[in-house]
């Protein structure tokens, strides 16, 4: 799917908040998606499909070893469609100067469909924060990636 990825802003802030809703149980908060967007430590990046509408987003915080993908979310009906794949690309382009840090995020352990997307883009299990989830105490995949060796020589 063609989508036009760049800098969230400020005024997706309404359709973050949807898209939130539509794909968790414990949405994020406004106020959490704006300190996000405001820290220089983080990147916030839109998925823009056709006349700008945003479809997919990925908030990324930058920590001393690791790019954490802190919040990553598509659209139901777009989903499987090539959107999260092309966030978590981008993620890996932009930061590829930064050859120090690897990345890590954390996925409910039922999620399959997410766990297979992130091996695929070389994404591996370290361990399990258990009952990570507060809205049922769900475990949570710890998941790593190493900087690829392109990505290092950058």
Do not use: C
């Not at 930061?95 to 990345?103: F, L, Q, V």
Request: hydrophobic share 40%.
């Amino acid at each position: 799917m063609n989508v036009e990825l760049r800098r969230l802003e400020a005024n997706d802030l309404d359709v973050v908040e949807e898209i939130e809703r539509a794909s968790y149980p414990t949405p994020w908060s406004r106020a959490m998606f704006a300190a996000e967007l405001q820290k220089p430590s983080s990147l916030a990046i839109g998925a823009y499909h056709d006349a700008g509408e945003l479809v997919g987003y990925a908030i990324v915080s930058r920590y001393v070893d690791a790019w954490h993908v802190m919040n990553i979310a598509v659209v139901p009906e777009f989903r499987r469609r090539g959107i999260g794949k092309s966030l978590l690309e981008r993620l890996f382009e932009v930061t590829a100067a930064d050859p120090r840090r690897g990345y890590t995020l954390e996925v409910r352990v039922s999620n399959t469909e997410a766990i297979r997307l992130y091996e695929r883009l070389g994404f591996e299990a370290r361990g399990i924060r258990r009952g990570y989830y507060t809205d049922n105490r769900e475990d949570a995949l710890i998941m790593w990636r190493e900087p690829t060796p392109t990505e290092k020589a950058s």
